[in-house]
């Protein structure tokens, strides 16, 4: 049994209507293309960096609720720069069938372990057709900074005391704190780590630090736990009168970085989803992900009748209840 590849129902009607949105967002100038704005100067750390556009937004704009600004609605990723960063051929960051291209590396950018940790990665990718493993497939987190770069629905909720960028991809939910410290009372890293922030006008600057190690996406490095960042967000305008959310991104990381990098991500109105009235649910793949990691280190799955498979439909610890079905939707008068 080799490379099963299936989708829990629910999931793959979301990313039915997830793509119906990315490619019908009306109003959205898809051609107006991203560029990264450098910072005023080069930093050693993020925390060099941080302060100095702290001080030079004289501590920051004190938003209130009038007069904070406001992103709303549901979001859709509109494209990045970061593969341009790591490859010769951005466009091949997953598509690796191509010998001549491949995602070949561009080298000079990571430390020597980490960029020969890269080069093997793509060489696999290249043999394999994809990448082996993704931590994805074992419902872990994305984490940060892959949060950024997700292609799912996002909302953004701007408060003056914290601000919220909701992710509805394992349900992670980024809380940045306004005018504060950062704060570990725990003594270890997180998916997300801890971001806090300031407000210069209407743009939300940010720092974050105390990230578990993860990597950039599927095909793109890995970062250390000792990876931070500082980033720039703000509504554009662009030039046919449609919105544009950008977040102009530097990072940092001793281990994995010869220098700090820059890219620029952006996301753009769901038109469609908010037309059919689309909300972000709470979701996990816990209860129906039937990936597991051979002894070979590839990512297989269960089929239907295979030991261990999970049903992501009706499953029930209780079946002799009624109105236990975790699907009573479909309970009658649907055949799988």
Not at 92 to 114: F, H, M, N
Not at 285 to 290: A, F, I, L
Request: charged letters at 20%; a negative charge.
């Amino acid at each position: 049994m080799k490379n099963h590849k299936i989708l829990p129902f629910g999931l793959g009607i979301y990313l039915i209507i997830l793509f119906a949105s990315s490619v019908q967002a009306q109003g959205y100038n898809e051609n107006e293309e991203l560029v990264v704005v450098l910072p005023p100067m080069k930093f050693e750390t993020a925390s060099a960096h941080y302060a100095y556009l702290l001080e030079q937004a004289g501590g920051g704009t004190q938003h209130t609720a009038a007069t904070i600004p406001q992103w709303p609605g549901l979001w859709d990723t509109a494209g990045n720069t970061i593969g341009k960063t790591f490859l010769l051929d951005p466009e091949a960051i997953l598509d690796v069938d191509d010998e001549q291209k491949g995602g070949r590396v561009r080298t000079g950018i990571l430390t020597p372990p980490y960029e020969q940790a890269f080069q093997e990665r793509r060489q696999e990718m290249r043999e394999a057709g994809q990448q082996k493993y993704d931590r994805l497939t074992h419902c872990e987190s994305p984490g940060y900074p892959r949060f950024l770069l997700e292609p799912y629905t996002r909302e953004f909720i701007n408060l003056p005391h914290q601000s919220w960028q909701l992710n509805d991809l394992m349900n992670e939910n980024r809380r940045i704190y306004i005018d504060q410290e950062h704060i570990n009372v725990y003594g270890t890293h997180s998916w997300l780590g801890d971001s806090i922030g300031f407000w210069d006008g209407d743009r939300l600057i940010t720092n974050t630090v105390d990230i578990l190690p993860v990597d950039y996406f599927r095909g793109l490095p890995l970062t250390s736990n000792q990876f931070e960042s500082v980033e720039v967000w703000e509504m554009k305008i662009l030039g046919d009168g449609s919105q544009r959310l950008e977040v102009q991104v530097t990072f940092y990381d001793e281990h994995s970085l010869l220098k700090p990098i820059h890219a620029v991500y952006a996301y753009k109105p769901a038109m469609v989803l908010m037309e059919i009235g689309a909300r972000i649910r709470q979701w996990e793949c816990e209860t129906s992900s039937n990936s597991y990691l051979t002894a070979d280190g590839e990512t297989n799955f269960l089929l239907p009748g295979e030991p261990g498979y999970k049903d992501a439909r009706g499953v029930t610890l209780f079946p002799h209840l009624p109105g236990q079905s975790r699907d009573p939707i479909y309970e009658t008068g649907f055949e799988n």
